[in-house]
């Protein structure tokens, strides 16, 4: 039988990358204790508002067919959320999704095609060269560099371009590796943009998580990159609410009309009682992102502080997010390797950094996701680890 070429493009950017993942949830089924730090699954509930308006707008029928742009109570907390951003934004400069990747998937396929070129970091999100290659589009790699904690460097971005190149994909924060980029880092960015006339194509479903010590900044914010920017975001991480699948997309008014036609092709609107969670969500302060704040900062400080008394593995800590990478290049294993040693030996899992691209083959990241004592076990078993594979004279010429 004969299929389409998307299914090639796809084959090996899917579910292979979470092998690691996958076993330890099996192991897990079979009885075997595992701690999981590999997904980013916020470990605090919703609210139970937002859980109650769900169930009372489901129960009071909201369950038929919306339309193929967005509830209008959704479009409106939206506006007056970016507003706070950006004073001229309207109805016309959104987009509903059920989530960010399907935000992503949509907003890809109308940006590029056969032949053409993203660039994007390296490392990156495990999906996001899936969502590249589906359109028959290719990745284009730019080095994050831990000399640089791993922020997009202008000049190496430029340094990058192809002819073919029409995308600039960035992610702010930053999975896998927490980094935030300041408000001059995207202008600087955004004048190598401009001057190769690229798109800019911003993640910022962490925008909740940025921790103390830096600010959020985003290219959607700066006037002069307003009619090259599309952002996407959702509710999944600051309102802890993953399973709902609800997410936007901003971006010019021009193109969200362009892009409508394509959306409603595939989805045709989202659920409402989720719609109508979502608006209480974005229209009211809820405390679930600033406890994963208070949370994610200090684990990411736990995690650093166990492996303090070891130098085979390093952690990079991270300015955003829900994650930390560790850095088990000195043991002479790839990050894929130590993981899976790391499962089998001493029963916790985490995800190998080659599934978020080349740059990050030496590293681990670990979820930030679970009780402090649980993550300092599990940095106490990742420091045990490295000395047994680790012979004496490699560990003293670490030192």
């Not at 919703?46 to 489901?58: H, N, T, V």
């Not at 996407?232 to 936007?248: E, L, N, Q, T």
């Amino acid at each position: 039988m004969r299929y389409a070429s998307i299914t090639d493009r796809l084959a090996d950017l899917g579910s292979g990358r979470w092998a690691v993942h996958s076993e330890a949830r099996r192991m897990k089924s079979a009885g075997e204790e595992i701690i999981e730090l590999t997904i980013g699954e916020p470990d605090v509930a919703p609210d139970k508002a937002l859980l109650d308006e769900a169930a009372r707008a489901m129960y009071a029928g909201r369950t038929r067919y919306s339309n193929g742009r967005g509830e209008p109570s959704v479009l409106k907390t939206l506006v007056d959320k970016y507003s706070r951003r950006r004073a001229d934004v309207t109805a016309e400069n959104f987009l509903c999704f059920p989530g960010t990747q399907t935000a992503l998937f949509t907003v890809m396929a109308g940006l590029v095609e056969t032949g053409d070129g993203v660039l994007v970091g390296d490392p990156l999100y495990a999906t996001y060269e899936g969502v590249i290659a589906s359109t028959g589009a290719h990745p284009v790699f730019v080095p994050l560099r831990p000399e640089n904690r791993f922020h997009m460097q202008a000049e190496d971005l430029e340094r990058a371009i192809t002819p073919e190149c029409r995308v600039v994909m960035l992610n702010t924060p930053h999975n896998p590796t927490g980094a935030v980029l300041t408000a001059d880092e995207i202008r600087a960015i955004g004048e190598v943009c401009r001057k190769h006339d690229l798109w800019i194509l911003c993640d910022e479903v962490y925008e909740q998580l940025v921790f103390d010590t830096v600010e959020f900044a985003s290219p959607f914010d700066m006037p002069e990159l307003a009619e090259r920017t599309i952002v996407v975001s959702s509710i999944s991480k600051s309102h802890a609410a993953p399973g709902f699948r609800s997410g936007w997309a901003a971006g010019p008014a021009e193109f969200c009309a362009r892009l409508l036609p394509v959306s409603e092709t595939m989805l045709f609107g989202v659920q409402p009682f989720i719609a109508d969670m979502t608006a209480m969500a974005l229209s009211q302060d809820f405390q679930m992102a600033p406890t994963m704040r208070e949370n994610f900062s200090r684990r990411a400080l736990i995690a650093e502080k166990a492996l303090a008394g070891t130098n085979l593995v390093k952690p990079m800590l991270p300015e955003g997010g829900m994650f930390i990478l560790i850095d088990v290049s000195a043991t002479g294993l790839s990050g894929t390797d130590f993981a899976w040693e790391l499962l089998r030996q001493e029963k916790v899992a985490v995800m190998p950094g080659a599934s978020f691209g080349a740059e990050a083959a030496g590293f681990l990241r670990i979820s930030l996701t679970v009780p402090d004592e649980v993550l300092v076990t599990a940095m106490q078993r990742i420091a045990s680890l490295a000395a047994r594979l680790v012979s004496p004279s490699a560990q003293r010429a670490t030192a």
